[in-house]
């Protein structure tokens, strides 16, 4: 499990995947979607899902948990 920091609370679900470095924009968000992807152990297919620190995203093989930023 890989943690992926963020600032603030909150985050949606296409950012973190940028921001982890699984996609480069949109459209690479799309396809990762397309191939399943899973907020919490249940599929999610919206890029705009919003994520709070502590939640695990399943996707390409790989797990993302959401941490906060120690000075947010």
Do not use: S
Not at 6 to 18: N, T, V
Not at 21 to 26: E, F, M, N, V
Not at 34 to 50: K, L, T
């Amino acid at each position: 499990m890989r943690d992926v920091e963020i600032r603030g609370g909150m985050i949606r679900l296409g950012q973190l995947l940028k921001l982890a470095g699984l996609a480069a924009g949109g459209g690479d968000v799309k396809a990762l979607l397309a191939d399943g992807v899973q907020v919490n152990g249940q599929p999610e297919d919206r890029r705009g899902r919003q994520l709070a620190v502590g939640d695990v995203v399943d996707v390409a093989g790989e797990q993302l948990r959401v941490t906060g930023h120690a000075g947010a």
